[in-house]
């Protein structure tokens, strides 16, 4: 399996916005649902926001109205766009399918949002 390469992830003030992307593998991306899953210090990873192949959407409740994932099935790559940043966004932010993600985690991008 290949890795998939997350970037976009940086420093921000409170409030602020960032855009994340993550290119996938064309074989999984073709037929996955896809998902941005979060990993904040000392804590489990856990789902923020997943698409599926037709763009139907769902988020976890502390992103709602916040965040927006979106995929570009051309590109093989799916974005989240962050909005009105909260320090307890600060985490390593990862892409993976969805619901089940593949043993195959890439770097992530490490997001940190300053108070």
């Known amino acids: 399996q290949v890795q998939p390469v997350e970037s976009g992830g940086g420093w921000v003030q409170f409030g602020g916005s960032l855009r994340l992307s993550c290119a996938a593998s064309?074989?999984?991306?073709?037929?996955?649902?896809m998902a941005w899953y979060r990993q904040a210090p000392g804590k489990q990873r856990d789902l923020v926001a997943a698409?599926?192949?037709?763009?139907?959407?769902n988020y976890a409740d502390s992103v709602k109205g916040r965040f927006t994932i979106s995929r570009d099935n051309a590109k093989n790559t799916v974005y989240l766009q962050m909005n009105s940043l909260k320090p307890e966004d600060t985490a390593v932010y990862y892409c993976?399918?969805?619901?089940?993600?593949?043993?195959?985690w890439g770097q992530g991008t490490l997001v940190t949002v300053s108070s």
């Open positions: 064309g074989s999984i991306f073709r037929i996955k649902a």
């Open positions: 698409i599926t192949l037709r763009g139907r959407t």
């Open positions: 993976n399918a969805y619901p089940d993600a593949l043993d195959t």
